[in-house]
C-alpha cells in the first residue's frame, strides 16, 4: 500500500513539474536557510552550558542604592572573597578573576597573551579538559600557569609544555612563571577565552592590596553548595554587607538613598553563570536578555512559515484538477483515511526532497553565513541528541501542518462533489487568502525591521560624538618598554613628518580596537559631605587636542604648569555632579588625601557605547598609573600612508610587538556587531520572505489564470482592454497585500519604538518608512502577478476561447 502511494506521488511529481519545482525549490531555500539561523540560535543559547557544574554556578554583583536610584557594582576588593568564604556558609568553592593581557617571553620569542589570573579553585568549577600536566590541582602554586592549547603551540612550538618555565611582564619586570598543565581551547560557546590562566594572588597589584577593601578590580563566581537556594544566599550575606561595607552604607544614607524592599542599602545578589553570555544591568539588577537567539529562532520559523503556506495554498489551488480522481476513487469504496494518506504521502515526498536539499544547501551556504553574519557557529549542534529529537519532531510537525490541512481538505469531499470536478470557493479560497495576508504580513514586517535598523546603525555612524573620529589612530602599547617612554620615543620619531599631527596616550581605547579590549575605571570619593562617583581616564599630554576635544571653560593639561600632575580635567557632566558654580576653583581630595584641582572643563562627548548616557569623566595625568593605548592624529589627506608611517615607527621602537592600529572610526563601528549582525539577519530574512511569498504568488496566479482562461477570452471579444483584464485579474492579491499592510505596519512601529528604547541616541520613527515597506511589498506583489496576468491578457481571444 504504501509503495503503490509513493508511486502515485511521484506521477504526480512529474505531472505536475511546474508545481513541484516551486516547491521544492521554496522548501528547500526555507529549510537551508532556517537550518542555518537555527544552528545560530542554538549556538547563542549554549553559551556556558558544557560546564559540569552549570546548575551551581552563579556570577555576583551587589546593589547599591543611590541617590539617583539603584545600581550595580561588579567589581570587588581583594579580601572580599576570602572573608565571604569565611564567614557565609553554602559557598562550595570560589574564584576572583581579573582579566588582564601581558607580554609572555619563552627564549627568543615574545607574544602578547591574554591572561585570566583566577583561584585554584577555577579549575574544579569550570570544565575545561586537561590535556597535559598536573590534573589534579595546576595552579596550587602561586607563580605556576595553565596555558590553552593554542598558546602552547604559539609560543614553545612543539615542545612539551609542561615544566617550562616562561616570563611574563608585569609592571615592568619579567616575572618568571612555570607551566603545570596544558588544556584544551575553549569552546566557541564559552564566555571564558584566555591564553594562560594565572594565581590570582600571584599579581603583584593583588598582593600589595591583600587587605584593602577601599580598591575594587575583579569580579567573583561561586559554585554554591547544593541544598543552598541563590535566594536563600543572598539573605545570608545581609550582615556580612553591613559589617564589611559599614562606611559606605553610611555615606549612601547620608546622601539620601533609600533602601530597597528587605531595608538594605547594599545587597549582594547573584546570576546564573550559564546567563553570561546575555547579561546587561537596568536599575541594580541583571537582566539576561536572549532576544537576539530569539529573535533569529522567530525568523527561521517565519520563513518555514511562508514556504508552507506557498505549499497549502498551490495544493488548494491545484487541488481542482485531481477531483474526478478522488470521486473515482471514492466510487470503488476507498475510505477518507486511505486518500489522506495518499495525499499527505505526497507531501511527505516533496518535503523529503526539499529537508535533504536544505540540508545540503546549508553545507554550501555555511562558510559564507559565518562570514556575513560573523558567527562561529557550527552543525554540531544539531547534532546533540535533545536538538535531533527537536528536529525530527519539528519536521513530523511541519508536514503533518503544512501537508495534512490539503490531504483533510481533499478527502472530506463528498463523492458527487468531487465526481463533478468543482471545489466550492470557500473550501479552500478563505483559508488561501488569509495566509495570503499572513504571509505578506511578515514579509512587510521583516521589511519595515530592516529600514529602521538601518537608519538607526547610519544614525550612530554619522553622529557627532564630541571627537575627531576620522583622523585619530589607535594602537595598545603592547611592547617591553615603559608606556610613556613608548609615547615618548614614538613623539620623537613622527614629529618632522608633515603628514602627522599630535601624539599621546591613555590608559583605555575609545571604541574596540583590534585588540578586542574595553573597560572602564570608576572612581569614588566624598565632595563638600556627599559621595560622588565618576569614569577616570590617565592620559598624557596633548590627549584633549589630539581628540579635538572642544573646552567649555579652563585650559587642557600643559607641561609648562609642573601642578598639572595634581589637575583635572572634568566633562560637562562631572561639573554638573560637583554642582559648583565656579568650578575651576574647585578642590578635591582623592587617593590618600592628596589635594586635586581642576583646571578645564572639556564639553561632553560619548566615551562609551551609544546605547549608554554621557556619565561623569575625569582625565588624570599621572606618571605613576600606566597607559595602555597611543594616539595618532593625522593629516587628512592621504590616512593610508600616514597608517604606515605610524606602523614602520612602532616596529622601530618595539620590533617584537605586533601592530594593531586603526582608527577611531573603525572602534566605534566595531561596537555596532550587533546591530550590524541583526541587520544581516533581519535584511536577509525580509529578502527571501519576499521571494518566497512571490514564488507562491505566482504559482496561485498561474492557476487562477488557467482556471479563467474562457472569462478571459469572452471579456476580449466583447472589448475589454489588457489593462482592464490585468487589473481584474490582480485587484483581489493587491487587496490582500493592502489588508496585510493594514495589520503589519502598526504592528512593526510598535515592535521598532520599543526595540529602540535600548538606545539612549536613537532615530524619531517615520511613518513613511512602514509606508515604503508596503509599496515596495505592493510592486514587487504586482510585478509577480504581471508576469501571467499580462501574458493571458494579451493572448489570442481566439486561443482562449478553445481551451477546454
Known sequence: MLRNYFKIAWRNLRKEKTFSILNIAGLSFAFGISILLGATALFHLSYDRFHTHKDSLYGMYTQN????????????????AVALVKEVPGI?????????????????????????????????MFTFNIIEGNRQNPLSDKFEAVISQTAAKNLLGNEKATGKTISLLLNGKKQPFTISAVVEDAPAESSLEFDLLLNFMSHPENIDTADEWGSSNHDVIVMLEKDISPGNFEKSTTAFTNLHYSKDIAGLKRDGAQPNNNGQYKQIRLYPFTDSHFIHFENGQAVASRKFPYMVLSIAFLILFIACVNFINMSIAKSSKRLREIGMRKTLGAEKVQLFFQFWGESMLIFGISLLCGIALSKILLEPFMTLFN??????????????????????????????????????????????????????????????????????????????????????????????????????????????????????????????????????????????????SILGFDYQGRGIK?????????????????????????????????????????????????????????????????????????????NEKIEPLTLFIHPEWDLYYAYVKVAPDN???????????????????????????ENIDRTFKREKTMIAIVSSGSVLAVILSCIGLFAISLIMVNQRTKEIGVRKVVGANAGTITFMLSKDFLRLVAISFLIAGPLAWWLMSQWLQNYQYRIDLNIWVFLAAGVLTALTALITISFKTLNAALQNPVKSLRTE
Open 65 to 80: 542604592q543611590t541617590p539617583k536610584g539603584p545600581k550595580a557594582g561588579t567589581t570587588y576588593p581583594v579580601p572580599f
Open 92 to 124: 562550595d568553592k570560589i574564584t576572583r578573576r581579573l582579566s588582564d593581557s601581558h607580554l609572555a617571553f619563552y627564549q627568543d620569542k615574545e607574544l602578547s597573551m591574554d591572561a585570566k589570573w583566577v583561584d585554584p579553585d577555577f579549575m574544579e
Open 375 to 520: 558567527t562561529d557557529v557550527s552543525f554540531h549542534f544539531l547534532f546533540r541528541p535533545d536538538i535531533l529529537f527537536m528536529f525530527i519532531l519539528s519536521a513530523i510537525f511541519i508536514t503533518l501542518l503544512a501537508g495534512g490541512y490539503p490531504a483533510v481538505l481533499l478527502s472530506r469531499l463528498g463523492t458527487l462533489q468531487a465526481l463533478k470536478g468543482k471545489l466550492s470557493a470557500n473550501a479552500g479560497n478563505r483559508v488561501r487568502n488569509i495566509l495570503i495576508v499572513v504571509q505578506f504580513g511578515i514579509a512587510i514586517l521583516l521589511i519595515s525591521s530592516t529600514l529602521v535598523l538601518r537608519s538607526q546603525l547610519e544614525f550612530m555612524r554619522n553622529k557627532n560624538l564630541g571627537f575627531n573620529k576620522a583622523q585619530v589612530l589607535s594602537f595598545p602599547l603592547n611592547g617591553k618598554k615603559d608606556s610613556y617612554q613608548a609615547v615618548d620615543l614614538l613623539r620623537n620619531k613622527l614629529k618632522n613628518n608633515p603628514g602627522i599631527l599630535e601624539v599621546t596616550g591613555a590608559d583605555n581605547n575609545l571604541g574596540l580596537g583590534r585588540d578586542g579590549s574595553a573597560y572602564t
Open 534 to 610: 565618576t569614569h577616570m581616564l590617565v592620559v598624557d599630554y596633548n590627549y584633549i587636542e589630539t581628540l579635538d576635544i572642544e573646552l567649555v571653560k579652563g585650559r587642557s593639561f600643559n607641561r609648562k604648569y609642573a601642578t598639572d600632575s595634581l589637575g583635572l580635567v572634568i566633562n560637562e557632566a562631572m561639573a554638573k555632579e560637583l554642582g559648583n558654580e565656579d568650578i575651576l576653583q574647585s578642590r578635591i581630595v582623592l587617593d590618600d588625601s592628596v589635594n586635586y584641582h581642576v583646571i578645564g572643563v572639556m564639553k561632553d562627548f560619548n566615551f562609551k557605547r551609544l
Open 639 to 665: 590616512l593610508s600612508r600616514s597608517y604606515e608611517t605610524v606602523k614602520k615607527a612602532w616596529a622601530e621602537i618595539e620590533p617584537n610587538a605586533p601592530f594593531m592600529g586603526s582608527f577611531l572610526d
